[in-house]
Structure formats: structure tokens, C-alpha cells
């Protein structure tokens, strides 16, 4: 398991990022914010159920992403309809009766 300190600094990292990026906050750009605090949550995620290698892949990818975010908006998909149907989907569903 990554140590807690390790999620946090990552976390940090992250916001960080985001916040001294202007070309993070608009657009294409915003969605690279947003799946780079997907990515953190995903590796919280793993960390708290005990994925050791799962959560270290996705903080090795969240770390390479945030550490060249101009990479990321050139070769990621930042498609605005794919983003609104990934928030969609991260809401949660009433249940069918």
C-alpha cells in the first residue's frame, strides 16, 4: 500500500498543477484538469482497498500527466461531449423500481 503521505503529496501535486497552469482552467484545458482529479481519486481509491500495483500505475500516470500537462492537452482526448457524458455518468442513479 503507498503510504498516506504519499496519496497526499500526490494530491497536492495535482492541485498545485492546476492552479499555476492558466491554460488549465478553460476549455480543453479544464477537462485535463478534470481527469487529473479523476486519476487522484482513482488512486485513492485503490489505495484504500489495497491495490498496491493498480494505485501505483495510475499515480505513476497521474504523476507523467501532471508533470508535463502541455503533453496531455496535446495527445489526450479533451472532447467536451465525452467529458459531459463522463460527469453524467459519475452521478449517482436513482434505482429502478
Do not use: W
Not at 15 to 41: F, M
Amino acid at each position: 500500500m503507498l503510504h498516506k503521505p504519499d496519496i497526499f503529496t500526490c494530491s497536492l501535486q495535482v492541485e498545485k498543477v492546476i492552479a499555476s497552469k492558466p491554460e488549465l482552467r478553460d476549455g480543453a484545458g479544464a477537462q485535463v484538469a478534470r481527469n487529473l482529479r479523476i486519476l487522484r481519486d482513482a488512486a485513492i481509491v485503490l489505495d484504500a482497498y489495497e491495490q498496491n500495483g493498480a494505485c501505483k500505475r495510475v499515480v505513476a500516470v497521474l504523476n507523467t500527466l501532471a508533470s508535463n500537462p502541455e503533453r496531455a492537452l496535446e495527445v489526450g482526448d479533451t472532447d467536451e461531449d465525452k467529458a459531459e457524458a463522463i460527469e453524467r455518468a459519475r452521478k449517482p442513479k436513482a434505482a429502478k423500481q
